[in-house]
């Protein structure tokens, strides 16, 4: 059984930096495109930042463009969310999400496999 399990969340002043961790237990974590989604009260989840299986090619979302980095480390089964310049607006839960494919997905649906999200408040 995969699991997937997020770390990191908590509180940051605007401006400020914090980064999530997401370990992979279960599955084939090398070969599984990884991605970080996230979703605020009365919403949808949103997509914030994918990575091939490869740790070569990336895609963000447009809002976090410049701000975030997402990585692996595939001997450590970890996926890694690098978030610098918090703002307020960046405060909803973050979730870690595995494919069952070697390139990655935009779409939450494209996605089998979820940790249980972690809070990041962000206050200004």
């Known amino acids: 059984q995969v699991q997937l399990v997020e770390s990191g969340g908590g509180s940051v002043q605007a401006g400020g930096s914090r980064r999530l961790s997401c370990v992979v237990s279960?599955?084939?974590?090398?070969?599984?495109?990884m991605a970080w989604f996230r979703q605020g009260p009365g919403k949808e989840r949103a997509f914030v930042a994918a990575?091939?299986?490869?740790?070569?090619?990336?895609k963000y979302a447009d809002s976090v463009k410049g701000r975030f980095t997402i990585s692996r480390e595939n001997a450590k089964n970890t996926v890694y969310l690098q978030m610098n310049s918090l703002k307020p607006e960046d405060t909803v839960v973050y979730y870690c999400?595995?494919?069952?494919?070697?390139?990655?997905?935009?779409?939450?649906?494209?996605?089998?496999?979820w940790g249980q999200g972690t809070q990041v408040t962000v206050s200004s």
């Open positions: 999400a595995a494919t069952a494919r070697l390139s990655y997905a935009l779409r939450s649906t494209d996605y089998r496999y």
């Open positions: 279960g599955g084939a974590f090398g070969a599984s495109g």
């Open positions: 990575i091939h299986s490869n740790g070569l090619v990336t």
